[in-house]
């Protein structure tokens, strides 16, 4: 079984079944992809696990 695709699957998943963690969670996302002129970037990987909301929500959805 490959968990990797389960726990992505149901993550996608609640996200569509909450939409308003979705859109806290984007806009968390985007915040940090500001580089401060509105142009989008690429995170590093250090920065992506110092985000909080998609801590809590991948936490909260392994958790169930």
Known sequence: MDTTSNALSRILNQLAMHPEVQEKLREELVRARDDGTGNLR???Y??????????????ETLRR
Not at 54 to 59: G, K
Request: charged share 40%.
């Open 42 to 44: 690429d995170l590093e």
């Open 46 to 59: 250090d920065e992506v696990m110092e985000l909080p909301y998609l801590d809590a929500v991948c936490r």
